[in-house]
């Protein structure tokens, strides 16, 4: 049980620390990458989807 704590703890303190030094060193986005990101993410989102059906139906 001592272990999962520490685990618990450890992830918890990087997740913490990348969300500070993100915040802290991290640039403004550049709109034209951000319509680029947003252009493919909703495809793959649904490929996503339709993969995580058939796997779950074979």
Do not use: H
Not at 31 to 56: C, D, T
């Amino acid at each position: 049980m001592n272990n999962l704590f520490a685990i618990l703890l450890f992830i918890f303190i990087g997740v913490a620390l990348m969300v500070v030094l993100g915040e802290r060193f991290g640039s403004q986005p550049d709109p034209r990458r951000l319509q680029q990101l947003r252009r493919w993410l909703m495809p793959l989102v649904g490929l996503m989807l339709v993969l995580s059906l058939v796997k779950y139906y074979l």
